[in-house]
Structures are given as C-alpha cells and as structure tokens.
C-alpha cells in the first residue's frame, strides 16, 4: 500500500512492534527484524542489546554512493562488530543475503530506506535509493539479485522508511523529467509550487512493476519529524541506520 504523508498528504506511521515492544523495532516478518536507530539513540552500542543477533555474527555496512550497485554477502563476507566504526565499506547502495543469521545496515537522512524480504527462501536485503538511485534503478537491481538467489516476486514483503516528502522536496526540472522517466508517479509539485520529486512513490511504483505489492510504508518526513535525520534540514554526516537481522 502507498501510505499518504507529508504537508498535503496525512501522516501515517506503520509499525509492527516485537513481544518486548521495542520502540526500534519498525517492522517484523517471520524471523526477519528491522532495527531503526534515530536522534534518540546517538551510539549503535548503545542498543546492541535489544538485539542479540547484531553480537552474534557482527553487521554488514556499505559506503552508499548513489548508484545502482548491489553487494552480494555471503558467509565468507567479513562484517563489522556491532557497535563498531570500520575505517572502509565496499561500495555499494543494495546488499542481499540468502543465509542467516545475518544484519544489513542501511544509512540515509532523506533517501528512501527499503527492506525486501522472502520468507519462503530466506533471501533478504537493504537498499539505499534517493533520486539518482531511483533514476539508475537500484530497486529493480536488488530484485533482479535477490531471484538470482533463489527469491520470487510473489513472495517478498517489502518495508519502506521514512524519507522527505515531494512538498520539502524541490528539486529543477531536469531532475524531476529525469525521475519521471524512471517512474512518472514520482512528479511531485514543492510546497512553493516549483517541481519536486516523490522518491518513495516511485521507489513503491518500481517495486510494484517488479512484481512486490506486499509493501509496508513508514511515510513520515525526515525533513518534518525532529527525531529523523534530514539532509536537506542540516544534517550532513549524521543517518538514520536501519538494520535488517534475520535470526
């Protein structure tokens, strides 16, 4: 479903809470977890203990570069401890695994976070996608990836997070046509009548061309709630990190 949100679209926040009703836990399907740390927990150590997987096999980080590329993780794949600052991560803006026990972070401060989850054959994975990911097509990348691995279309639940709103976000006409091109519903108008750009509507739209429908979306703003970081709200190193732990 495509939740309405933002200054002229009703805010919807749709979470699913785990059984100790953890206020990070955004969203959970079968062993599949998604962490989401913001403002209020300033240190990932602070919180590898509401999540005991994340000690038990370390987190995969990537270097986001806003592209289309997508890291396939293995059990060979070296992780990073939990709570851990690495000096270097591959490039990357998708990663997919099809084992378990494994956690695959995601950063963003604006951009389009997605969970994609098959239950049926244990294929996860995490994608970074703001305008440029979404005019490079890096949703349909981690899809195409995920069926290389054994994943189907019909089966994978999908979790979007929150991102910045079309009406925040102003954007010229060259980029919009450009992300029009990608997926039209992502033609968006800003809250000063200049175009804009609806990242997660055509995040949603491609992921529905891709055959996924089963779609959770957390619609809030980052540029509109304060405890979401926002790039474009002066943020400029600080992320909103989603982590995806499949026991």
């Not at 809470?17 to 962490?35: A, C, I």
């Not at 370390?58 to 986001?64: F, I, N, S, Y």
């Not at 989850?117 to 994608?127: E, F, H, I, R």
């Not at 009548?193 to 491609?206: K, L, M, P, R, W």
Request: one cysteine or more; proline letters at 6%.
């Amino acid at each position: 479903m495509l939740a309405l949100r933002g200054c002229v679209r009703q805010a919807q926040r749709v979470t699913t809470k785990n059984s100790d009703d953890d206020p990070r836990v955004v969203f959970t399907r079968g062993s599949l977890v998604v962490t989401m740390l913001d403002r209020r927990d300033t240190h990932e150590r602070d919180v590898v203990q509401h999540r005991p997987t994340w000690s038990g096999c370390g987190v995969h980080r990537m270097d986001q570069v806003h592209g289309d590329g997508v890291r396939v993780v293995t059990t060979q794949t070296p992780c990073e401890p939990a709570g851990s600052m690495p000096q270097e991560w591959p490039d990357a803006d998708a990663m997919v695994a099809a084992h378990s026990p494994v956690n695959l972070q995601v950063r963003t401060a604006d951009c389009v976070p997605v969970v994609l989850w098959d239950g049926q054959s244990g294929v996860v994975a995490v994608v970074h996608a703001g305008w440029k990911g979404l005019v490079a097509g890096v949703v349909p990348a981690a899809l195409a990836t995920m069926a290389d691995l054994g994943a189907t279309s019909p089966n994978i639940a999908a979790w979007v997070g929150p991102s910045i709103c079309p009406q925040c976000y102003p954007v010229g006409p060259q980029v919009q046509d450009m992300c029009a091109e990608a997926s039209p519903v992502s033609r968006a108008t800003a809250s000063d009548g200049t175009a804009a750009v609806d990242v997660a509507a055509g995040v949603i739209d491609q992921l529905a061309r891709g055959g996924v429908t089963d779609v959770t979306h957390d619609a809030r703003c980052t540029s509109e709630e304060p405890e979401l970081f926002s790039y474009r709200g002066g943020d400029e190193v600080e992320r909103l990190r989603i982590i995806a732990s499949v026991a």
